[in-house]
Nanobody, 123 residues
């Protein structure tokens, strides 16, 4: 199976930045659409950002538009989430997920998931 590993999380002050990485165990990430999700304690998991298989489409949850940027480097088997101007409300465990066949955001299921990386935004 495809394994995904997130990294880059940590604790930052409000207004700070972090760059999350999602690295795949096999050189086949080009066959998947990829998305980032997050879940705060006691809250439902929500979609944060999405990038299509061909990199032609992307999605951002309204609360992160203009602050977060998703990108992918299939040669390196990686997807990134650049997070700028972080807010306390962004505090959560962030997960990346891959969907076989390049599903659209609306049809995204997440066939493979990483274990998550903690992002904490606090003074």
């Amino acid at each position: 199976q495809l394994q995904l590993v997130e990294s880059g999380g940590g604790k930052v002050q409000p207004g700070g930045s972090l760059r999350l990485s999602c690295t795949a165990s096999k050189p086949v990430l080009n066959l998947y659409s990829v998305a980032w999700f997050r879940q705060a304690p006691g809250k439902v998991r929500e979609g944060v950002s999405y990038i299509s298989m061909n990199q032609g489409s992307s999605y951002y949850e309204d609360s992160v538009k203009g602050r977060f940027t998703i990108s992918r480097d299939d040669a390196r088997g990686a997807v990134y989430l650049q997070m700028n101007d972080l807010k306390p409300e962004d505090t959560a465990v962030y997960y990346c997920a891959a969907d076989i066949g390049g599903a659209s955001w609306n049809g995204f299921r997440g066939d493979y998931w990483g274990q998550g990386t903690q992002v904490t935004v606090s003074s």
